[in-house]
């Protein structure tokens, strides 16, 4: 069983930058792929960003690449997601997530556990 807890979200300006922290609560974090979603009002749940769990290959949405980074710290159970020149389309609820599985899955169903989310909001 994994908990997961994010943080960081807010209301900036397009241009700006915001830092989301994901806690997570089990002691073998190292052994899951880790991601983060988005959802926005009438969308469904988008990939944004996974890392993998045995060579921290990174795997990005398209539209993000350039602008987010994510990582991870193994010994403190921390996922983090770093954007960067943040645009009105990247308003979104982002939920962090962790799987069993390899490499960086972009379903979200292929995700077992998830945090409850936080609210990002850009305006123009």
């Known amino acids: 069983q994994v908990q997961l807890v994010e943080s960081g979200g807010g209301l900036v300006q397009a241009g700006a930058s915001l830092r989301l922290s994901c806690a997570a609560s089990?002691?073998?974090?190292?052994?899951?792929?880790m991601a983060w979603f988005r959802q926005a009002p009438g969308n469904k749940r988008e990939f944004v960003a996974a890392?993998?769990?045995?060579?921290?290959?990174?795997f990005y949405l398209e539209s993000v690449k350039g602008r987010f980074i994510i990582s991870r710290d193994n010994a403190v159970n921390m996922l983090y997601l770093q954007m960067n020149s943040l645009k009105p389309e990247d308003t979104a609820v982002y939920y962090c997530?962790?799987?069993?599985?390899?490499?960086?899955?972009?379903?979200?169903?292929?995700?077992?556990?998830w945090g409850q989310g936080t609210q990002v909001t850009v305006s123009p």
């Open positions: 089990a002691s073998t974090f190292s052994s899951y792929t």
């Open positions: 997530a962790a799987s069993s599985y390899l490499g960086g899955p972009r379903s979200p169903t292929l995700y077992e556990w």
């Open positions: 890392m993998s769990r045995t060579d921290d290959r990174t």
